[in-house]
């Protein structure tokens, strides 16, 4: 299926890092002369995708008709995020850092509700949209922007975490936002 020459990408759980690497062929797709991807992109939507899916799919089990705060969403996991919850057809509410990016998630990816993630009015913003919260956040923020947005969770939600800043800095985090069963 595949030829000498052919620009592929793939995964492998086994030695990545090294020079060469044998990959099962059902593991690699070829990318399409027309893809404006770098390499190096390319490199990382395998292990973006499969974070998204497991995270979505196998640990929170998103379903239809569910809502999902996706922080930071005009990056590669927000965007693939955004993808995954409309072909299952979950609502998706996002943040984004400049009214650019907003204006992008709104024309391009259909996303109806964009707020400002550079600061914590996405809130009040989210609030007055649905008073019992969000069912799912798929978090990037650290510090305050965290903790405020747990606030946002519906009972039962759940707070997916792809931020590694707090864990590695040890950073508190007040369990009282996850009575709820959350």
């Not at 990382?44 to 998204?52: D, S, Y």
């Not at 707070?159 to 590694?164: G, R």
Request: include cysteine.
């Amino acid at each position: 299926k595949f030829q000498a020459g052919d620009h592929v990408v793939g995964i492998s759980a086994h030695g990545v890092l090294h020079s060469h690497v044998v990959v099962d062929s059902s593991q690699v797709v070829c990318i399409p002369s027309e893809c404006p991807l770098t390499d190096e992109q390319l490199s990382v939507m395998p292990v973006v995708c499969l974070t998204v899916i497991y995270s979505l799919k196998y640990r929170v089990h998103l379903r239809a008709g569910q809502t999902v705060l996706i922080h930071a969403a005009t990056g590669g996991a927000g965007q693939i995020c955004i993808q995954y919850c409309q072909y299952i057809g979950a609502r998706v509410i996002a943040t984004a850092g400049t009214e650019e990016k907003r204006r992008f998630l709104r024309e391009h990816s259909g996303v109806e509700h964009v707020f400002n993630s550079r600061d914590t009015s996405f809130v009040n913003h989210i609030r007055q949209i649905l008073p019992q919260g969000v069912d799912v956040i798929v978090n990037s923020f650290s510090g305050h922007f965290l903790k405020e947005s747990i606030k946002l969770l519906a009972c039962h939600g759940h707070f997916v975490e792809w931020s590694k800043r707090d864990i590695y800095h040890n950073n508190i985090l007040s369990m009282f936002q996850l009575r709820s069963d959350c």
